[in-house]
């Protein structure tokens, strides 16, 4: 069966409750102010430097007065205010596939899972997954079945949770135990290779143990990563989205969206039971090779349709906050999901001006 792709890039796909296509635009342009700004600063800056160097040459005494005062002006562009929430600077690409119903989507992210697989294990050896929670976990049937099950180097794989709650491994609430109900206990991981947190009652112990696992397995080289990054570089990681625009357990407008070193937070309020967690932060997320995300259900229709087509504030939907360091971003969606969505218009410049629109190709599933 037929069903659309279609393929968007963007600068941002924000989100925003401002109605009207020149509200929506200026909004959009309150969303890229922090990067402007940041522009605007390290070209002041360059200038600034250019000068002293240029300054140092003539040898009279006003050049280490002008020296002096150039080097303050450069202390203040330092000292300037930055927006708690940064976007990465430039254009952010992203890949939409609608397919008629559950089953289509399972399908096809399911052969898309094993085309990376088979790829990461010819290059390295290794498959590094990452598992949200959720129900998108049972959108992973199709692995364990038939055909696709018998193609997957099921040894090769190393599995990983980019958030988890902090109860036992058996708890009705755990990650971990959904994914082994609906999917790990259906194929033949090793089990040394599957990865959940170990300490179920302090979220800031289990997040410092589960990073401190993630560095020893980049350096035992499970984990890639690349040198010009500070971050791991799995080859897959799995989101869902919730109502709010979360993503993992990155809540909206929460100071855990501005972290930039850390792999792995706890959370300790989340406004979702239960309230203690731990999450991969978002440059760890963005870092990875592939991400995808899984949006199921008319549920989800109206949080898909602020996070691709409204403007918003930079922090208030953390999915808009998902840009790919030189990966793969793709979404994968249903009817359902998208029936509050204006597919038909995105290549409309004035309706969506933040959209760099490639026209819709069919693909079979």
Not at 163 to 181: C, G, I, T, W
Request: glycine fraction near 4%; include cysteine.
């Amino acid at each position: 069966m037929a069903s659309s792709r279609i393929s968007i890039l963007s600068a941002r796909l924000p989100s925003t409750n401002l109605n009207g296509s020149h509200q929506s635009l200026g909004a959009a342009m309150m969303d890229l102010l922090p990067a402007l700004h940041n522009h605007c600063k390290n070209r002041s800056a360059t200038l600034l430097r250019c000068s002293r160097a240029a300054a140092a040459t003539n040898g009279n005494s006003a050049v280490l007065m002008q020296k002096k005062k150039e080097e303050k002006d450069d202390e203040k562009i330092d000292q300037s205010p930055r927006h708690l929430f940064q976007y990465p600077d430039g254009p952010s690409q992203a890949t939409f596939f609608r397919f008629d119903d559950v089953e289509e989507v399972s399908s096809a992210l399911a052969e898309y899972i094993v085309q990376v697989s088979n790829e990461a294990i010819k290059q390295r050896g290794k498959f590094t997954f990452v598992l949200s929670g959720g129900s998108i976990v049972k959108a992973l049937r199709f692995l364990a079945e038939g055909p696709v099950f018998h193609s997957i180097a099921w040894d090769k794989w190393n599995v990983f949770w980019v958030d988890e709650r902090v109860v036992p491994l058996n708890h009705e609430d755990s990650n971990y135990k959904l994914a082994k109900d609906e999917f790990l206990s259906k194929v033949p991981i090793p089990h040394e290779q599957i990865h959940a947190i170990q300490n179920f009652h302090d979220e800031k112990a289990a997040a410092h143990a589960y990073e401190s696992k993630l560095r020893e397995l980049v350096r035992k080289k499970v984990i890639a990563t690349k040198t010009t990054k500070k971050f791991p570089r799995f080859d897959f990681v799995l989101l869902g989205l919730g109502p709010d625009g979360h993503v993992a357990s990155l809540f909206p407008n929460r100071p855990s969206l501005a972290e930039e070193k850390l792999w792995v937070l706890p959370i300790s309020n989340s406004p979702k039971p239960p309230s203690k967690r731990i999450t991969m932060t978002l440059p760890c997320i963005n870092a990875a090779e592939h991400v995808a995300f899984v949006a199921l259900g008319s549920g989800k229709a109206h949080v898909l349709h602020r996070v691709l087509e409204r403007p918003a504030l930079p922090g208030s939907l953390p999915a808009q906050m998902v840009r790919v360091d030189d990966g793969n971003l793709v979404w994968f969606a249903d009817q359902g999901a998208t029936s509050e969505l204006h597919l038909e218009n995105w290549n409309n410049a004035k309706q969506f001006p933040f959209f760099d629109f490639k026209q819709p190709a069919s693909v079979s599933s």
